[in-house]
C-alpha cells in the first residue's frame, strides 16, 4: 500500500517524523456561542466581515480557516495515485464526511467552499448540508496536485520509473510542489480578501493541503487523512498562526482558541 503523502511504501515521514498515536478529536465536547452567519445572497464581494476593522482606510481582520480532506474514494483505498484524475468518493468515504461535519457543527460557519473536483465537491455538499449551508464556491485553484503519468498508478516498477531520484513524492512530469503551495496559499488569500473576518469551511485535498501549510507555516506537516480537519488563521499583519493540524492539536490550550471563533 502506498502512503498517501510520499507514495512510496514505509519510507516516508523524513526529519525524523513518526506516526501519531489516535486521540480524540480536539472539537468533541466542546461548544461555543453560536453567531448569525453572514454570506452573500447576492453574488457580491464582501468587505468589511464581523471581526473586520479598518487600518488607515484599509480593511484588516483575522479569517478562520477549516481546510478538511476529502472522504476516502476506491482509488485511496488501493493505494492508487489520484491527483487531478477526477475520481469520486466510495461509500466509506460518504460515511467519514457525515463524521467530518460532527464536531464541525458546534462552532458557527459562515461559508463552504471546496475544490471542483468531485471526491471534494460531495464531502462539501454533506458537510454543508449537515451544518445547514450551502456551498458557495468551487475554487480552481483548491485542486489536487497534478502528478501526471502518475496517476492511476499504484506501487510497483511502472511508479518507481517515474520517481524522482532523491525525492519521497515527486514523479516526472508531476507539478511542482512550490506551484502546489502557491495556487493553494492564492486560493485561501482570495477567500480572506473577499471574506475578511470570516470562518470559512474548504474542503479540498490531502497533498495541496499539506504543501500549502507547510509553506505557510514553515513546518513540517504529517500526511493529511480523509476527512481530516486542520484550523487555520490569516491575517494581513500576523500572517499564517494554527490550532489544529490533521485532527490534532497543536497547543494543550489551542483549542480555547477554536472555541473562541
Known amino acids: 500500500m502506498l502512503c498517501s503523502w510520499c507514495y512510496s511504501a514505509g519510507r516516508c515521514w523524513p526529519s525524523g517524523g513518526r506516526r501519531s498515536r489516535a486521540r480524540r478529536h480536539p472539537l468533541s465536547g466542546v461548544s461555543a456561542p453560536v453567531r448569525g452567519a453572514w454570506r452573500p445572497t447576492d453574488g457580491t464581494r464582501l468587505r468589511g466581515g464581523p471581526e473586520s476593522t479598518r487600518q488607515n482606510g484599509e480593511v484588516t481582520a483575522t479569517t478562520t480557516f ?6 476516502q474514494t476506491d482509488w485511496n483505498a488501493a493505494g492508487r495515485i489520484q491527483g487531478a484524475t477526477d475520481v469520486p468518493l466510495n461509500d466509506v468515504g460518504r460515511g467519514q464526511a457525515t463524521e467530518a461535519a460532527a464536531p464541525l457543527s458546534r462552532f458557527e460557519w459562515d461559508f463552504v467552499v471546496a ?3 468531485s471526491r471534494a465537491a460531495e464531502t462539501a455538499d454533506i458537510i454543508a448540508a449537515d451544518l445547514g449551508l450551502e ?4 475554487l480552481p485553484g483548491l485542486v489536487e496536485r497534478n502528478y501526471g503519468p502518475a496517476e492511476g498508478l499504484s506501487a510497483g516498477p511502472k511508479l518507481d520509473a517515474l520517481r524522482v531520484e532523491g525525492s519521497y ?3 516526472r512530469g508531476a507539478e511542482p510542489e512550490l506551484s502546489v503551495s502557491n495556487r493553494g496559499l492564492g486560493a485561501l488569500r482570495l477567500l480572506a480578501e473577499d471574506y475578511p473576518g470570516a470562518r470559512i469551511i474548504v474542503v479540498c485535498h490531502g497533498t495541496l493541503i499539506r ?5 505557510a507555516l514553515e513546518r513540517e506537516i504529517p500526511p493529511i487523512l480523509n476527512a481530516a480537519m486542520s484550523v487555520v488563521q490569516f491575517s494581513p499583519e500576523a500572517g499564517w498562526t494554527a490550532s489544529v493540524i490533521n485532527n490534532e492539536l497543536l ?7 477554536v472555541a473562541a471563533l
Open 169 to 171: 513524492g515527486n514523479f
Open 135 to 138: 456551498v458557495t464556491r468551487h
Open 251 to 257: 497547543e494543550d490550550d489551542a483549542l480555547d482558541a
Open 115 to 117: 475544490s471542483p473536483l
Open 66 to 71: 477549516a481546510l478538511v480532506r476529502h472522504g
Open 211 to 215: 504543501l500549502s501549510l507547510m509553506a
